[in-house]
């Protein structure tokens, strides 16, 4: 069969459910219904229903807490969350300095804000390349990370566009069927390019005495290199050492039994990528992971950390992978030498659509930005259970609707439909993957960083997706999205 006659594959993604716990009130809805009837109950009770009424403003108030919805939350969500910040802010810690003279250093320790301060990098003493792993004290994981390589999926032709699609299902289906494995996120970014790595190529390479051409060519190095905006990509694995007890204890037990179990799961995954058309080039080291933390935080150190590189890819002390200032805003984060703002991917393409439908919003031109997909592995009964709870939802709201005489909604249609098509998923022996994209968009002032999210938010219309700007949430959320930790906490 030639390449004309071969279909290229559709995608299309379930719709995601934003049914609450009872008559599509959420958790915090309940509660505040729930308290506003208890009192109302009382005070009709104790004093009658003049006291009810006079209690006009505080019904008023909470039924605009429940039903009134700002940026698809409703104002009794978003209480928790403004709440939170609030507290951050007056308690001061929405600044964060580092301390490199007071603070005492300890070895391995990557020194981060907020949640991440815990993290260390930490390096097995057999390593035969240096490659090394963030240990997580507080979750108990071990995360290593790859830097992966791979032809540009839509210059391929439909053939092997069809064969990565199919190769990759395979690799999530596989990893998440271990059972010891946390969480996987692919992380790709563009990063400001010094031109250092090509200007060695050519003083190495390059012939600059040739006459015409060579000062040509000189030239152009010179100049294009640190136009450049190279992409790069990552694959971090992160493996719950909890769920992977057993088999670190027969590895030997403690850290040196849990990167023996780390090091065969990242070859077999290294090997299920590479049937998707991703090449794993090489498990980073701590001075690596340390230079990719440092550079999502100041972008402009890049160009210093590759040329005191011996190898030409950056590096830096583990020490120094943390910034030295964070300003936290509501809707954005300011660090060393770069503005952030973060996106939630809160609806995936429901149409069917090319499976590079993401190809026009990664190659937004002249935009900073990192892509982040996480992918959560669910065990089998725990999927099963959410499967019949979310069918048991949909059909008692169903009779609750048809009792009171209203028309069904097609969008509930829809949704039992996807969880139906899950259901049977999960019986023919398909693992279920949770995923979450994250979107984090840099520049160098606040009007770069309005101008480049302008033109993000234009590129995800095309594209078909809906983001979301996760206000009062920045400084998690940029942790997640712009760094290959493989976390999943907001």
């Not at 199919?166 to 790709?188: K, P």
């Not at 190495?204 to 005495?209: A, D, N, S, T």
């Not at 030239?219 to 190279?230: C, D, Q, R």
């Amino acid at each position: 069969m030639s390449d004309l006659t071969v279909t290229p594959l559709t995608v299309k993604f379930p719709h995601r459910s934003r049914r609450g716990i009872l008559l599509g009130l959420s958790l915090p809805q309940l509660l505040l219904v729930s308290c506003a009837l208890a009192l109302l109950l009382i005070t009709v009770v104790s004093t009658g229903l003049l006291g009810a009424i006079a209690l006009t403003p505080l019904w008023a108030a909470v039924a605009a807490l429940v039903a009134i919805r700002r940026h698809g939350r409703s104002l009794i969500d978003w209480t928790p969350i403004v709440l939170r910040f609030a507290q951050r802010r007056r308690t001061g810690q929405t600044l964060w300095l580092a301390r490199p003279v007071t603070r005492p250093r300890q070895d391995g320790v990557l020194h981060l804000p907020g949640t991440a301060a815990s993290l260390r990098v930490v390096t097995p003493g057999d390593s035969a390349n240096g490659a090394a792993a963030i240990h997580d004290p507080h979750h108990q994981t071990l995360t290593a990370i790859a830097r992966v390589s791979s032809r540009a999926f839509a210059l391929l032709d439909p053939a092997t566009q069809n064969h990565n699609v199919a190769g990759w299902g395979r690799a999530l289906a596989g990893i998440a069927r271990t059972g010891h494995v946390a969480t996987m996120q692919v992380l790709e970014r563009t990063v400001p390019d010094s031109g250092d790595t090509l200007a060695r190529h050519w003083s190495q390479q390059g012939h600059p005495e040739t006459p015409v051409a060579g000062q040509v060519y000189s030239e152009l190095v010179a100049s294009a290199g640190p136009a450049a905006a190279p992409h790069e990509a990552y694959l971090a694995i992160s493996l719950d050492l909890k769920a992977a007890k057993r088999l670190i204890s027969q590895a030997g037990g403690g850290l040196p039994g849990a990167f023996t179990v780390m090091e065969q799961t990242t070859s077999s995954i290294a090997q299920a990528a590479r049937s998707a058309g991703l090449m794993v080039t090489g498990w980073l080291s701590a001075r690596e992971i340390a230079a990719v933390i440092r550079t999502a935080y100041d972008p402009k150190a890049l160009s210093a950390l590759q040329q005191w590189s011996e190898s030409g890819r950056a590096e830096a002390d583990p020490a120094a992978a943390g910034p030295v200032v964070q300003v936290e805003e509501y809707d954005r984060l300011a660090t060393d030498s770069a503005r952030h703002a973060t996106y939630w991917v809160e609806d995936w393409p429901r149409t069917e659509t090319s499976a590079g439908f993401l190809h026009g919003l990664m190659f937004t031109a002249g935009v900073r930005r990192t892509l982040s997909l996480i992918y959560v592995p669910q065990g089998l009964e725990s999927a099963m259970r959410d499967v019949q709870r979310k069918k048991a939802a949909i059909i008692a709201d169903a009779n609750e609707r048809s009792r009171r005489g209203q028309v069904d909604s097609e969008a509930d249609s829809v949704e039992y439909a996807d969880v139906k098509t899950r259901e049977r998923q999960l019986i023919a022996g398909h693992a279920d993957v949770a995923l979450t994209g994250l979107l984090t968009v840099s520049a160098e002032t606040d009007a770069l960083l309005d101008a480049a999210c302008a033109q993000i938010e234009t590129a995800a219309v095309t594209a078909q997706v809906d983001l979301r700007r996760l206000n009062f949430q920045q400084p998690d959320a940029f942790a997640l999205g712009a760094l290959p930790l493989a976390r999943t906490a907001l």
